[in-house]
């Protein structure tokens, strides 16, 4: 069962700018720029705003991964375009829980978005986080949340972030100042658990 009460965007907003309702989670977790990096071969998104999971970790943005063991391994929540301004963002990730586990998740806290709530699984398939500035916005681009994932069966997960045709709520966006959504594009990824399966070569045809 989902939990309203953390997963609602009003109440989450409301977390966010009340500093002491979060402060426990604040303690101790110190702030941590991610670089930004240069998107100019990224296609320019028509919203303006972009999201996308970046299925390695630390090296672009890659639709797609092979993972041949049981270790675990990151993927990054990246924000590749910030074209209109924001204050925050929020996301709902997805993957097929017969293939994957969760394992945990880092909010990397960059262009001063402080506030975060905390990563929460609220389904074996899902994690639902975001992270707010105190006030003014930002247009930084790069990854904001690494979520580390562990194989559990051979197969192909999605990695997909829901949206808001999905989960008018709860799907994933950039946030304007006072919490209303801002258009934003998502792009999803996939990982492969298990090797690639080997091309069985196709035998020449007999000649007499």
């Known amino acids: 069962m989902k939990l309203a009460t953390l997963r609602h965007p009003l109440l989450l907003l409301a977390a966010f700018a ?18 930004t990096e240069a998107w100019s071969t990224y296609p320019m998104s028509p919203n303006g705003n972009h999201m996308a ?35 925050g963002y929020q996301y709902t990730l997805e993957w097929d829980d017969s293939i994957l586990a969760y394992d945990t998740a880092t909010d990397l806290r ?21 992270c707010l500035r ?9 990854p904001v949340t690494t979520v580390t994932l562990v194989c559990v069966a051979d197969g192909v997960s999605p990695l997909h972030l829901v949206t808001l045709g999905e989960d008018p709520s709860f799907g994933s966006s ?35």
């Open 134 to 142: 105190s006030s003014g916005t930002t247009t930084y681009t790069g």
């Open 53 to 87: 999971v970046d299925a390695i970790s630390g090296d672009g943005v890659d639709a797609s991964r092979t993972v041949p063991g049981t270790d675990p391994f990151d993927a990054d929540i990246y924000i590749t375009e910030g074209s209109t301004a924001y204050q």
């Open 110 to 130: 960059p262009g001063e978005m402080y506030n975060c709530s905390t990563p929460t699984q609220q389904t074996p398939d899902s994690l639902f986080g975001g």
């Open 18 to 35: 009340a500093m002491a309702v979060i402060a426990a989670v604040l303690a101790g977790l110190p702030f941590r720029f991610s670089t």
């Open 174 to 208: 950039t946030i304007g100042l006072g919490g209303g959504f801002i258009a934003t594009d998502l792009t999803d990824a996939s990982v492969r658990c298990g090797e690639e399966p080997t091309a069985t070569p196709t035998p020449a045809p007999y000649e007499c």
